[in-house]
């Protein structure tokens, strides 16, 4: 009997578990493509401005960075974690490649290199502190998260740089009219995709994910799966923000703030599940789309910044209510105590 197998136990519990995560998956992707579509129909309505081409234009690039990301942060929470660390790492590697360069271009690629191996550290020292010292993740993180802002201050001295030409021509250039971070975007969702829903490993990730104490009894190396999560999170955490570094001519030093609440916010619009299991990548990066447009309708009904905020973080409590809540038992146990009172005493 194979290790996924015996996660998921019977043949009849399995094809339940099976049944019951694919329901809530192709409820989430249905969920937020439709939310997608009624949003961007209400912005023509009340805010033309937010979807003109050139709003488009400028948006597209922020989305698709925002979604990079937020694959990273799935992949976390498909291991019932979260990654605070999101927002200090973000900001390192912007600065990385922006500073490190001065402005020479064929420096740039040696930045990129550095860049990476600052976010395989960042993502072991994320999984040695849950998966070996048993953290919680929130605490975990956010001390990885205090760190990497402390690198980013002593490396900059809090002075913003300015990216190089050549990555301001990836970061902002048009690819047969459509924004080059689209194409990013699209290319990484697919290769995340088909390496967790397609290959062996991704699979025993998953399982991994939704039972922890079974995948330990089916041998699984639970550890591991889950320093990987925390990995990769952060190198995609670093594929976004190198492009943000494009998309921005000069980033301060706090940039990755902008990407804390909106990747846990595309997560769990995209239905993933916060208690870990299995997790749809594809509509976490469209989740990403409708919340850069949500900024964008928002802004362009001239709402304060706080407001912004607000509308982030009440799109979060919708996406959790969503999901969490069962609205069929809430109707019923509302419906009978309707009943009870009007029912003669």
């Keep these: 009997m194979s290790p996924v197998t015996q996660i998921t136990g019977s043949r009849g519990s399995k094809d339940t578990i099976r049944r019951g995560s694919r329901s809530l998956l192709s409820r989430g992707i249905a969920t937020v493509v439709i939310a997608t579509a009624a949003l ?32 990273g942060q799935t992949l976390v929470v498909m291991q019932g974690g979260i990654d605070l660390s999101v927002a200090g790492g973000l900001s390192l590697y912007v600065v990385i490649v922006t500073k490190y360069p001065a402005g020479v271009n064929s420096r740039l690629l040696v930045a990129i290199g550095i860049a990476v191996l600052a976010a395989v550290g960042a993502g072991l020292l994320n999984g040695l502190l849950i998966g070996r010292m048993r953290l919680n993740p929130i605490v975990a993180t956010l001390g990885t998260n205090a760190l990497l802002f402390g690198a980013v201050l002593w490396y900059t001295a809090g002075i913003p740089t300015t990216t190089t030409a050549r990555l301001a021509r990836v970061g902002g250039g048009l690819w047969l009219g459509i924004p ?39 041998g699984l190396r639970v550890r591991r799966h889950r320093t990987s999560a925390y990995v990769w999170a952060q190198l995609l955490y670093c594929l976004g923000g190198v492009l943000h570094a494009g998309i921005v ?27 870990g299991g299995r997790g749809n990548l594809v509509a976490t990066a469209v989740a990403a789309l409708f919340l850069s447009q949500l900024d964008q309708f928002v802004l362009a009904l001239g709402v304060t910044y706080a407001t912004r905020t607000l509308v982030q973080a009440a799109a979060l409590a919708v996406g959790v209510a969503l999901y969490t809540v069962n609205w069929g038992a809430l109707a019923r146990r509302l419906a009978g105590r309707r009943v009870a009172s009007i029912a003669p005493t």
């Design 40 to 71: 961007f129909a209400v912005s023509v309505i009340f805010a033309s401005s937010s979807v003109t081409r050139g709003t488009l234009l400028t948006m597209l690039p922020f989305a698709s960075a925002l979604a990079i990301a937020a694959l």
């Design 180 to 218: 080059a971070p689209v194409y990013f975007a699209v290319a990484g969702t697919a290769l995340v995709t088909a390496v967790v829903k397609l290959t062996p490993a991704g699979r025993r990730f998953e399982g991994v994910g939704a039972n922890e104490t079974a995948a330990r009894t089916a």
């Design 249 to 275: 001519n000069q980033p301060t030093a706090y940039e990755g703030n902008n990407y804390l609440l909106p990747t846990v916010a595309a997560v769990v619009l995209g239905g993933t599940s916060l208690l």
